[in-house]
């Protein structure tokens, strides 16, 4: 099992940027992919980007490419959300995820049960 920290959100005006950070505890060398999702209220947690735990793969919802970079440091075991230009739509609670399963398919990495192990969430809110 992988225990997950976030950090990092909090309110930001539109256009403006935000760093999530996860630190991730525990099994990490059994982590196939860290992804990012997020859930805004009363709707489903949707994925927003991912990236390889051992490659430089990197993956992302089409409403956040070119505005957001999700990169790793294995030393520190800990992967980032750099969040550029953001706009109200963008606001929610965002969760960190680990996967233990190997996957193929760019579907298969933003499904939710893909991943095994969730941080707590950090809440995100971009005023307009």
């Known amino acids: 099992q992988v225990q997950l920290v976030e950090s990092g959100g909090g309110l930001v005006q539109a256009g403006g940027s935000l760093r999530l950070s996860c630190a991730a505890s525990?099994?990490?060398?059994?982590?196939?992919?860290m992804g990012w999702f997020r859930q805004a209220p009363g709707k489903e947690r949707e994925f927003v980007a991912a990236?390889?735990?051992?490659?430089?793969?990197?993956y992302y919802t089409d409403s956040v490419k070119g505005r957001f970079t999700i990169s790793r440091d294995n030393a520190k075991n800990t992967v980032y959300l750099q969040m550029s230009s953001l706009n109200p739509e963008d606001t929610g609670v965002y969760y960190c995820?680990?996967?233990?399963?190997?996957?193929?398919?760019?579907?298969?990495?933003?499904?939710?049960?893909?991943?095994?192990?969730w941080g707590q969430g950090t809440q995100v809110t971009v005023s307009s």
């Open positions: 995820a680990a996967s233990r399963n190997p996957f193929f398919t760019f579907a298969a990495i933003q499904r939710v049960l893909q991943y095994n192990d």
């Open positions: 525990g099994r990490t060398s059994s982590t196939y992919a």
């Open positions: 990236i390889g735990w051992s490659t430089s793969n990197t």
